[in-house]
């Protein structure tokens, strides 16, 4: 499909326009190395740790994964279809619900949210390098701290380093990085064959965690307490993917057909993350009985090798994250960027912005004050783009039935300007799904500051993601009702 630009040039680009059936050149194993690339990070490792010492024995925290990632997988499928279909990104398609204009909120805040986990993978990806070549040279690479920063000079040019490996996919655009994933997801499921048998080997077995009953047992430490813990914690793991699941259309606008987005991404999600979450289970067991603890952080158990088993797992943690941040945290911001000021940003210079931002937010600040970030990160940006989701898909399923005019989404004063290019609809529904999950973030977020927030607006923050898409699509759906009649 084609579109030419209609008068002005504030709504489109090249990279924006629809995709060309030659640029369709997606199948679902392209989706499913996609998936499994992103799901294999070490973020993802390590979220059963946060789910075991919260008090889940290990099988309950590999179902939670995988619930979690099998619901989150249909918001994806849903707002994949629109990509699929039309070949236009997130940050068009949603111009049809929020309007012309309006689409740039939702577009900068997925950004935004986008630039933190950027920098944050940034930086695990420059501390891997830092740790791994401190045990190769068998001493302290680092030095003092720079004043300012917080960090030392070794630290400080191993992040650039990691930056700039990335900055080259930043350039090459789209298709390097398709091409990247699907040749390192292979790589992926055998490395973790590998590594489960280097633990079975020097370990002699698994070791007992997986085996261990939960603290929420008769007698255990949290006894009936497993509701109380396994709702925030479903929450968080649908957050985890939250992202994704609004700019998913970024991915499958480049889908040969529907059956091969919706194929790829039901093979490469839930089962994969499922697995992951077993393999770390499994794998830190073993660690208990080889170093006497339990060892989550993949970085920390790779420190611990010896010999070429060092620089193995190195070279493999580093295109591991190399792969998941170019796909999980560059692609969506770099579009929704350029769809800011299509007529000044292109997709690659949007990733350029990402890439600075990324250094400038200085992400090792951002872990050091944010006290268990992955639940307060987490449940916090998902109480934001949850609300986005159920406008989108309201929209485009109820209100539209699946049937764009895709040439007046690039139009200023077309069908989906609303008038002034605002849909006051869906920003008041948006409004509305975000307001019930602020006190409880506030309370999350800064206890010290927000420590008598109501226990009812606690327990709704647990729900954080379910809360905004059910009351932002049921609001967004009563008003558009009402316009229409």
Known sequence: MSIEPSGSTQLWNEDLAPTTAAQRTWRWYHFSALWVGMVMCIPAYTLSASLIEGGMSGYQAVLTVFLANAIVLLPMLLIGHAGTKYGIP????????????????????????????????????????????????????????????????????????FWAIQFYYIVHGMVSIRKLETYTAPLKIAICFVLLGWVHSKAGGFGDLLSAPSQFVA????????????????????????????????????AKTQR???????????????????????????????Y?????????????????????????????????????NLVGPAYDFSALAPNKISYKTGGYITAAIAILMMPWKILESTQGYIFTW?????????????????????????????????????????GNGWNRAALVAFVLGVLPNIPGFLNAAFPASFPDVPEMFKTIYTYAWFVGVAISALMYGIMMKEKAL
């Open 378 to 418: 987490l449940i916090g940006y998902s109480a934001l783009l949850g609300p986005i989701a159920g406008v989108l898909i309201v929209d485009y399923y109820l209100v539209r039935k699946t049937e764009l005019n895709v040439t007046e989404l690039y139009r200023e004063d077309g069908q989906y300007s609303y």
């Open 260 to 290: 091969d987005q919706v194929i790829g991404q039901t093979v490469g999600l839930p089962v994969p993350m499922g697995l992951l979450a077993a393999m770390a289970v499994i794998v830190t067991s073993a660690t208990v009985v080889l």
């Open 90 to 161: 997130y940050a068009v398609l949603a111009r049809a619900s929020f309007g012309t204009a309006g689409a740039k909120l939702p577009a900068l805040m997925r950004a935004i949210v986008a630039c933190g986990w950027y920098g944050i993978q940034t930086w695990f990806g420059g501390q891997m390098i830092y740790t791994l070549l401190g045990v190769m040279s068998g001493g302290d690479v680092g030095g003092d701290k720079i004043a300012g920063l917080g960090i030392n000079g070794g630290q400080l040019l191993c992040f650039l380093a």
């Open 219 to 254: 007698g255990g430490k949290k006894e009936g307490q497993f509701w109380s813990v396994f709702w925030p914690s479903l929450t968080a793991m649908v957050g985890f993917w939250a992202t994704l699941a609004l700019n998913i259309p970024d991915f499958t606008r480049f």
């Open 292 to 328: 006497g603890k339990a060892i989550w952080d993949p970085v920390d158990l790779s420190s611990r090798m010896t010999g070429v088993a060092v620089l193995v797992a190195l070279v493999i943690l580093l295109i591991d994250t190399v792969s998941v941040n170019l796909a999980a």
